[in-house]
């Protein structure tokens, strides 16, 4: 099985300030044919189902804002929000769909501060 | 406009069989390219996939899962069904179901965009 590490478990960030969430997953998920990372984001705020962030590591699903971005390198990626708001209080969790079993990371609770 | 929603019961007892049903609208699990999973969560603890049902019938199921997992699907009630065997405390979960999306150049791509609410199940006896 692919291992999705997710760091930090949790952290704190002040309202404006820049949030970085970090991935690794145990093997590559870059399907060499079509050069795509097959790497998702949800989040998921509290008493709520998770909801589709990013698709291909870096592709904002619509409708969601552009303070939200994605990038990899290598095995590692990393969801970034910008510039936090207070409605961004949530879990994160990064999953990889490139092979049986679609695991999801750890997640990561995202405060302010 | 894609909505889902979980149902069944919310108490088990170990050994049981549990049977939750997944009723969707906004698209129809007959038409090509659909597909609809079932990912449970225990309380405070992150997201494990479960199974997954495309329209032609195709099957996808956690591998550690795997003896105990079947789904199905009823077309013409709009539905996906789970059952898990032989549940345990240890099953206790929120299951949700939820669309996946299919790209026809690449195949199914096999995130989850559009989630139910979910339904907590507990195993106790």
């Known amino acids: 099985d692919i291992v999705m590490t997710q760091s930090p478990d949790s952290l704190a960030v002040s309202l404006g300030e820049r949030a970085t969430i970090s991935c690794k997953s145990s093997?590559?998920?870059?399907?060499?044919?079509?050069?795509?990372?097959?790497l998702a984001w949800y989040q998921q705020k509290a008493g709520q189902p998770p909801k589709l962030l990013i698709y291909?590591?870096?592709t904002r699903e619509s409708g969601v804002p552009d303070r939200f971005s994605g990038s990899v390198s290598g095995t590692d990626f990393t969801l970034t929000i910008s510039s936090l708001q207070a409605e961004d209080v949530a879990v994160y969790y990064c999953q990889q769909y490139y092979t049986s079993p679609f695991t999801f990371g750890g997640g990561t609770k995202v405060e302010i501060k | 406009q894609i909505t889902l929603k979980e149902s069944g019961p919310t108490l088990v007892k170990p050994t049981q069989t549990l049977t939750l049903t997944c009723t969707f609208s906004?698209?129809?699990?007959?038409?090509?390219?659909?597909?609809v999973g079932w990912i449970r969560q225990p309380p405070g603890k992150a997201l494990e996939w479960l199974a997954l049902?495309?329209?032609?019938?195709?099957?996808r199921y956690s591998p550690s899962l795997k003896s105990r997992l079947t789904i199905t699907k009823d077309t013409s009630k709009n539905q996906v069904v789970l059952t898990v065997t032989n549940m345990d405390p240890v099953d206790t979960a929120t299951y949700y179901c939820?669309?996946?999306?299919?790209?026809?150049?690449?195949?199914?791509?096999?995130?989850?965009?559009?989630w139910g609410q979910g339904t907590l199940v507990t195993v106790s006896s």
């Open positions: 906004g698209f129809s699990v007959s038409t090509s390219g659909v597909g």
């Open positions: 093997q590559s998920v870059l399907y060499s044919p079509n050069n795509k990372n097959y």
């Open positions: 291909w590591a870096s």
């Open positions: 939820a669309h996946s999306p299919y790209d026809f150049l690449i195949g199914p791509l096999y995130y989850f965009d559009y």
């Open positions: 049902i495309y329209w032609n019938d195709d099957k």
